[in-house]
């Protein structure tokens, strides 16, 4: 079996070169001890420092035991330890294995090191538990395709290595090597779906089916390669409809034909690590968002995998994925920057052409949002508000709010990124920059 892991995993970690260590997840039962084991016995052949960490639910009253009993096997072993504990309802445990599984992988990425690889101890039988319950859900090819042997937690690489080994096979290991383990008694417990399938209807398929659920697995790795080649030709699609990674363009994306269309809709959302959306939310986007007029403005809210809100919005026959905005006050500045916004993105002026200097009595302000301000763009023969030249721009809508906005006193000097007041043009100036991305347009 050893073999096997540590070619697996070897192959798994060609795809991290900036791997730094490896991090067992230890609940202490068999699963997760023999990859304790087997993780030990690879970073000695390779050098690789390892730890592992132990998530304390406190659903059980054996809890405290499991995480003593944990702490104590690392110990033996010179495994260096880390528990974390969460607070998961009863609720929850029963109803929500998503959120619980959020929760998990929340605490373990909080604990571990930086650049660490996270193990966790899914085999093949769990594959086929999670194809079953992905089935009653009505997912397509990718959900079908079951969990992934290299998948991320935001930017934390999980590994399973043991996909390709039966929970049979890891417990004649626990047997012949000895190794002690825990049990937990909630994995009896046939109200939880996951449980229901493995001790009542699985064994059931097997008996009736000799190697059913080896099928099973072998159909899961079958459509993950379907998927991928579904990925490719979504990349490939991508790279014709981005204008830049959040936006894209709406006319070439409807000539596409709708499932390939939705393909390429799913490779988008998957890059910027949003919740998969249900067909039913799918089918919702295309209808609200690729057919709707083209005056029309509508938007679809989603949530990323960490939980923060985002949205699929419309305009000016583009698509954009827009991330959920602070409020963005109006604050003094002094020159030169930089300057740091409340959304993390940097202001800075530096000497060249675009505005003057402030006389000493010019107090300098960035303010958003004031649309009614009223500027005479370089290159325009007259004044208008704000509002109007934005719109002119095809600025979108959300975006108006976002742009930071110089003010000398009360007269609006600069619209960073866009253009300069005519009244206060210099060629020895001052250039107003922000360091992170904005849709840019020409200057005016």
Same mark, same amino acid.
């Given at each position: 079996?050893?073999?096997?892991?540590?070619?697996?995993? %070897?192959?798994?970690?060609?795809?991290? =070169?900036?791997?730094?260590?490896?991090?067992?997840?230890?609940?202490?039962?068999?699963?997760?001890?023999?990859?304790?084991?087997?993780?030990?016995?690879?970073?000695?052949?390779?050098?690789?420092?390892?730890?592992?960490?132990?998530?304390?639910? *406190?659903?059980?009253?054996?809890?405290?035991?499991?995480?003593?009993?944990?702490?104590?096997?690392?110990?033996?072993?010179?495994?260096? $330890?880390?528990?974390?504990?969460?607070?998961?309802? %009863?609720?929850?445990?029963?109803?929500?294995?998503?959120?619980?599984?959020?929760?998990?992988?929340?605490?373990?990425?909080?604990?571990?090191?930086?650049?660490?690889?996270?193990?966790?101890?899914?085999?093949?039988?769990?594959?086929?538990?999670? $194809?079953?319950?992905?089935?009653?859900? *009505?997912?397509?090819?990718?959900?079908?395709?079951?969990?992934?042997?290299?998948?991320?937690?935001?930017?934390?690489?999980?590994?399973?290595?043991?996909?390709?080994?039966?929970?049979?096979?890891?417990?004649?290991?626990?047997?012949?090597?000895?190794?002690?383990?825990?049990?937990? %008694?909630?994995?009896?417990?046939?109200?939880?779906?996951?449980?229901?399938?493995?001790?009542?209807?699985?064994?059931?398929?097997?008996?009736?089916?000799?190697?059913?659920?080896?099928?099973?697995?072998?159909?899961?790795?079958?459509?993950?390669?379907?998927?991928?080649?579904?990925?490719?030709?979504?990349?490939?699609?991508?790279?014709?409809?981005?204008?830049?990674?959040? #936006?894209?363009?709406?006319?070439?994306?409807?000539?596409?034909?709708?499932?390939?269309?939705?393909?390429?809709?799913?490779?988008?959302?998957?890059?910027?690590?949003?919740?998969?959306?249900?067909?039913?939310?799918?089918?919702?986007?295309?209808?609200?968002?690729?057919?709707?007029?083209?005056?029309?403005?509508?938007?679809?809210?989603?949530?990323?995998?960490?939980?923060?809100?985002?949205?699929?919005?419309? $305009?000016?026959?583009?698509?954009?994925?827009?991330?959920?905005?602070?409020?963005?006050?109006?604050?003094?500045?002094?020159?030169?920057? =930089?300057?740091?916004?409340?959304?993390?993105?940097?202001?800075?002026?530096?000497?060249?052409?675009?505005?003057?200097?402030?006389?000493?009595?010019?107090?300098?302000?960035?303010?958003?949002?004031?649309?009614?301000?009223?500027?005479?763009?370089?290159?325009?023969?007259?004044?208008?508000?704000?509002?109007?030249?934005?719109?002119?721009?095809?600025?979108?809508?959300?975006?108006?709010?976002?742009?930071?906005?110089?003010?000398?006193?009360?007269?609006?000097?600069?619209?960073?990124?866009?253009?300069?007041?005519?009244? $206060?043009?210099?060629?020895?100036?001052?250039?107003? #920059?922000?360091? &992170? &991305?904005?849709? #840019?347009?020409?200057?005016?």
């Amino acid at each position: 079996m050893y073999t096997r892991f540590a070619t697996q995993l %070897e192959n798994l970690l060609n795809e991290l =070169p900036q791997c730094q260590g490896l991090a067992v997840a230890l609940s202490g039962g068999l699963d997760s001890m023999v990859l304790l084991e087997l993780a030990q016995r690879f970073v000695k052949d390779k050098g690789m420092p390892l730890c592992a960490i132990h998530i304390h639910h *406190g659903l059980s009253a054996n809890a405290d035991d499991w995480q003593a009993f944990s702490a104590e096997q690392c110990r033996m072993r010179g495994i260096v $330890f880390y528990s974390e504990q969460v607070v998961l309802s %009863e609720q929850t445990r029963l109803g929500i294995e998503a959120k619980a599984r959020q929760a998990r992988y929340q605490a373990m990425d909080k604990a571990l090191p930086a650049g660490y690889a996270l193990l966790l101890g899914q085999h093949s039988d769990d594959q086929v538990e999670t $194809f079953f319950l992905r089935l009653k859900r *009505g997912a397509g090819l990718k959900g079908l395709g079951g969990m992934q042997a290299l998948s991320y937690w935001q930017q934390r690489p999980l590994l399973r290595p043991l996909l390709g080994i039966s929970r049979k096979q890891l417990q004649q290991y626990v047997e012949s090597h000895g190794l002690e383990h825990i049990h937990d %008694e909630s994995n009896d417990d046939s109200r939880f779906d996951r449980n229901f399938l493995r001790n009542q209807v699985l064994p059931l398929l097997n008996k009736r089916f000799p190697g059913f659920s080896a099928k099973v697995a072998q159909t899961t790795e079958l459509l993950q390669q379907q998927q991928r080649l579904l990925d490719e030709i979504a990349a490939q699609d991508l790279t014709q409809l981005a204008v830049n990674p959040q #936006q894209l363009s709406l006319a070439p994306l409807m000539a596409l034909g709708a499932a390939r269309a939705n393909n390429v809709l799913r490779y988008w959302l998957q890059s910027h690590d949003v919740a998969m959306p249900s067909q039913l939310q799918l089918q919702s986007l295309c209808e609200q968002l690729l057919n709707a007029r083209a005056d029309s403005q509508p938007s679809l809210s989603l949530r990323t995998h960490s939980g923060d809100e985002v949205s699929v919005r419309r $305009f000016n026959e583009q698509l954009y994925l827009v991330e959920n905005q602070v409020e963005l006050l109006a604050q003094q500045l002094g020159c030169p920057g =930089p300057h740091t916004l409340k959304d993390a993105r940097v202001l800075s002026c530096e000497p060249g052409q675009g505005v003057r200097a402030p006389h000493a009595e010019e107090q300098v302000w960035v303010r958003f949002g004031v649309l009614n301000a009223r500027i005479r763009p370089q290159h325009k023969p007259y004044g208008n508000k704000l509002s109007h030249w934005l719109k002119e721009l095809k600025v979108p809508p959300w975006e108006r709010q976002r742009i930071p906005l110089i003010f000398y006193g009360d007269t609006l000097v600069a619209v960073v990124g866009y253009f300069y007041n005519y009244d $206060f043009l210099a060629q020895q100036g001052l250039q107003w #920059q922000l360091k &992170t &991305t904005l849709p #840019q347009s020409p200057l005016m």
